[in-house]
């Protein structure tokens, strides 16, 4: 039977070193899937994955246990955090130009019909400012005012660039499952 | 289909994805991990900013408050009017008489009045408490005069020849002595104080649905709203915002510059810290983070001297400030990274002080006032958006007669 996430951390703070390791077998993986929506190439991604685990390790101290799953969102934050930020340090992330990209709307896709790894590399296809803002409001759940205020753009904008990514992947999904179709 | 509805769908389906490491990649990540990580217990408590700040404040205002305290008053005495007031009695002719008083007399008693006196003069008013009286220059004449030649004058004559030149003297003494004060009355001082306003703010509320979304949606259409902007507000589902919204604290230094005996101009330098929680609620997710905001502020205010008996002093204070929003730091569940700063922040404010002059160096104050914050168009949330108009306390010390 897996260790629970508490059972996890207080291995952790009574100084169990093979409880590090357990703890990025079990999420490594995970964080790699968060990462690859954010940064589409493997490489990248790989790096970011690293980074995350160091500062992950290093400050599981501070970590405040809030129930079975607060481990994992806490792991999902960091990595997401992470990749923004090599985003941003690689210059990819421009929020000055939005008046292109005019979506038609599109019907209602079927998310449920495409398989994970391929929506998840979807949404790693969209457009780098769509892509962030699809991913702090859906995974990290944050209200379009957090999302403005995380990425320093007007509530408005994020709203905006939300409504035009989700158009983008529903035109995708429907693409796709014309293409299984045929 | 919903915005929340769609969002739930796409995030449940990939709640689980996950995508293969290569397997030396927690070799990597372990040689990069700290060596004593494994044997490190839970870090020690960490001291929040505010409170090392406070510790710092406090520290200075006790070094400096000591200082002011312990430094020798005989340190104090040798400024302009009195040098030169010594000097002018240096240059006086040395009294003969001799008397048998043998009181104990300080050193800097004895320094200043040495040369001057040959025998109490009463006719003249006592001079402040602080400096030597006449009667204590003139008691001290003889212990510390010495013994002249017989070839001099007697004391009747030497006493009738002095006593005029001895009163022009003395009157010259109390003129640059009275100078002395009201130069010291006009004297820059310098503060240190700490404030903060009063009470944490909390704030629960719905989420409201933003016109994009209403228009996205065309709510109203569906709804038979006749207009969004005419409508009640709309609520999305399951959603919850919290706030609580921490009291500013600050810490400053200013300098006092005086312009009459009641009007003094004051500047200087505040440091402010500024510290939110909040929660976002969604029917499956509960999110939470903390901004912290630090400014470094310039104020400017005019301080009017309403009453002053004995060390007590009442006056008023008004004026402005200008805040620069110098860090801005989000916190997620123990990780920080940088945010977006804010635009600078002005404001407005009277207060209404009471200082008591512990010394006359040093004065305690306390200034309970009122400050208004002009929105400064930022979509930062803090303190000064959610509640414009502040009461605070501002509590210090004032260094003064430097």
Redesign the interface.
Known sequence: MQETERQLIEAI?A?D?GA??RL??RF???A??VT??YVPTRDD??DI??DS???I???I????YQGEG?LR??VA??VS?QAI?WIKEHKQLSFSDLTSDEIEDEE?AF??E?P??I??GM?AQLPVRYRVVVNL??????????V???L?I???TS??L??RA?RKLEKMIKEYINSQSK | MKEEEWIKRLHDHLADFEAPVPDDLWEKIEARLPKELVAEKPKARMVPLWVRWTAAAALIGLLVGTTVLLWPKHEETPTAPMASATKDVDRMPIESEKTNETEPVSPIVARIAKPVFAEPVLTEPALPETEMTKEEMAETVPTTQPEQPSTEPSPAEEKQKTEPSQQKLIRELDEKIADYKVQQKRRVAVSLYASNGFGNQSNRNGVLMSDEMLAYYDYDSRMGRRSTRSGSPVYLANYEERQKYYQPISFGLTANFPISSRLSLSSGVVYTRLHADFTNVADYLVSEHQTTLHYIGVPLNMQYHVWQWHGLNVYATAGGQVDFNVKARLEEDGVEHDMQKDRSQWSVGGALGVQYNIIPQLGLYVEPGIKYYFDNGSNIRNYFKYRPTNFNLQIGLRLQNL
């Open positions: 703070r100084g070193k590090l390791r990025y077998e490594a993986r995970y790699m899937g690859l929506r991604a790989l994955v690293q685990f160091v500062s390790l290093t400050n101290g501070t970590f405040k607060s969102l806490w934050k960091i955090n930020n209602e998310i449920e495409v994970p790894d929506l998840n949404i409001r859906t995974f990290e759940q944050l209200s379009h005012k957090d403005a205020l995380r320093a007007p509530e408005r709203i905006s939300f409504h989700k």
